[in-house]
């Protein structure tokens, strides 16, 4: 057990102040090898450790087919990300271990058509995905994006939001919860807004959603309006995790590990766990 | 494959043991305080086999230590290197005496989630190279409830070589796997194998009887299973869990309890990364960075526990994880017991 637990050293080659309180930090594994070897799927997590602070769990970010390098996006809130924030530099190393999780469901939703509903950091394990439905665009049929978050300055990816923008095959929908100067998209939360704007169409759509719990709660119930069937709407749990190899029984919901059997869900199956998330 | 039974008395066994301990790495119940812990010896005088269950240690930290080292780091201007620590000085072949029937289930029932996807391969290694000696009791102790839980007197390969009283001073030697019968012929010297396995069997179970009957605790626990799993919602845990102060002995000393930690330990340049136990009792178990808590009362935490224990494993991997030593009771500042938590929320109304 205690070998599965030691992380590999990564380099962190890039840090990107993604808002005020979050921040990307693109690693690369020191060994090169290794880092030629490292895959994963949309949707999967690492343990990632600032030696001597502590190991965290975070999803990937970034998209495997997009090689040579995997995103960290990391939002400041506790103890081990404090510390990151304010001690890894650009060229400093950091242990990980993993991809750990399931993912979501690439084959399954081949064919359909996309909606992503995000809110805040909840975007970045979407944006592994959105990737990668980007460099499969012709596997998967109409693609909508719906972002939101408080503030402005509070969405994630900014520039790489400009660039989905500029393609013409998705269609992006941005909204921040109250009125600002110079904002020109949308105004409202997540789940007024998909269904007063995106309107989307039910058939054949999936929805992958991720966010705070408060705009989950409200963005499942505006889908059930909608007439969305619980089946087709694709989610990813946030748990305290440790170990990741479904073990150390932090992640324990009924009989099911997060960290083994999830992170990804359908909201069919999270009806079925006792409500301890 | 059919296993051998021995028979001999108790100066027979003292020999044996005494030859074990000068043969091989030998662990056994070692007294301190009025408590037994298991302990490498180096002489049976030094150590008591036969020791009281309620007073014994689990042996689940030689299989799983209460605290390990993951890996030692070093890092500084220089750059970082991270190095696997030293040897795993639990792997080696040893025999362990006196392991209680119960902890030896435990361990048993442990190797499911040790053995699900990613192995645990330290545990399996710890446990292939070890042989257990257990023995079985004679009489049930005031919060035993073992032989509710699954304890079968004729297939019970939790223990390598089973020690049973017979009647009349007549002791049983019973290998129970393969290695304990191999381990047996190795170091049985005059080779008292029983006249008749059937008659040895019969007085097996004439004990077995007896210890039966000494239980004051007793449940079904398929009945349990089936109404706890009907009952996540019911408020009996709040009244279960109230005396609770959280300290979070139960788990320590618990033979199937096996959740744990991970913390680094800095100095300087140094650092070292441990995993210790750890408790779905403890409120910072499921605490988020962001502050939410999925459990942040304390009897959300004792459900939890109790229906881990005895619906989610056994939903999961099909056996219950709970072996009735009865050592959390034992142990526990305010008395809570497992027993009575599990048997009162069955017997509540359903809440859905």
Redesign the interface.
Known sequence: ???????S?AKVDRIIQETPDVRTYRLKFKDEALMEKFTWEPGQFVEF?L??????TFCISSSATRKGYFDCSIKK?????ADIHLNIEEGD?V?IRGPYGNWFPVEEIKGRNLLFVGGGIGLAPLRSLIQYCIDHRTDYKDFTILYGARTSADLCYKEEIEEWKKNTSIKVVLTIDKAEDNWKENVGVVPKILEEVVKPEIANTKVITCGP?IMIKYTLQSLDRLGFSPEHVITTL???M??G??????C????TYIC?DGPVFTYAQLKAL?D?? | MSFSTFVTDKAGLQKLYEAIISKHETYAPVEKFGKYDYKKVSSLKECDPDSPIAMTMSVKPLFFPRS????K?E?NSA??S?S??EDDHLAVPRVILGVKHCDARGLQVLEA??K???I????QKRRANTVIFSTRCDKADTHCFCTSLDYDVENLDATDVALVNGIGGKLYIQARTEKGENFLKENLEKQSAVGSQQSAMDDIKKQYEAFAASFRLKMDYKDVNEKMSKR?NSPAFEEASRNCVSCNTCAFICPTC???????V?IKDT?V?Y?SY?S?NNVY????????N??PAKY?RWR?RSM?KF???K??FGVNLCVGCGHCAISCPVNISIFDVVNHVASTPVVL
Request: include cysteine; glycine fraction near 12%.
């Open positions: 057990m205690e070998a599965l637990l030691v992380p050293l450790s030696l001597g602070s502590g190991e965290c809130a506790g103890v081990v990300t190393e242990g719990p946030e748990m305290k440790q170990c190899l479904g073990k150390c029984g932090r324990n919901i009924g009989s083994k006792p301890e998330f | 390990s080292k993951i890996m780091y890092s750059g970082t991270v696997e620590t989630v040790n699900w996807d990613y645990d391969s330290d545990f996540f096996h959740c744990f930690k991970i913390s680094d800095k650092g990364r995993k750890d779905c178990f499921t605490l988020e960075a962001g502050g939410h999925p459990r959300r939890q881990h619906v989610f494993y939903e999961r």
